[in-house]
């Protein structure tokens, strides 16, 4: 089975940071793009970032270019999304997906949820 499993999410300042971190297992790691979706209450899914397996490129949102990055490390089967100067509207639900890039930009679901991590929960205190 594929599990995606993301974590690091916590409360925190206006201004500070926050790694989230995205273990997957039951995939072969790099054949799938990694990306990072949230959902705030009342808003809809907004795909954030993704790195593309077949060619390392990578997509932001504009609401984090700058601000965050997105990395990888095949050896670990894990993706790391840096969070920097992070503002009270990016407290959100974030998950963590093997969804096509092209999906995450749309903020659509393609392969389905079983190709989702349960979310960690980002706050942003003002």
């Known amino acids: 089975d594929v599990q995606l499993q993301a974590s690091g999410g916590g409360l925190v300042q206006g201004g500070g940071s926050l790694r989230l971190s995205c273990a997957a297992s039951?995939?072969?790691?790099?054949?799938?793009?990694i990306g990072w979706f949230r959902q705030a209450p009342g808003k809809e899914r907004e795909g954030v970032s993704c790195i593309r397996s077949s060619d390392g490129n990578i997509y932001y949102a504009d609401s984090v270019k700058g601000r965050f990055t997105i990395s990888s490390d095949n050896a670990k089967s894990t993706v790391y999304l840096q969070m920097n100067s992070l503002t009270a509207e990016d407290t959100a639900v974030y998950y963590c997906a093997a969804e096509p890039c092209w999906a995450v930009e749309r903020g659509s679901v393609y392969y389905g949820m079983d190709y989702w991590g349960k979310g960690t929960l980002v706050t942003v205190s003002s």
């Open positions: 039951g995939l072969t790691f790099g054949d799938y793009d």
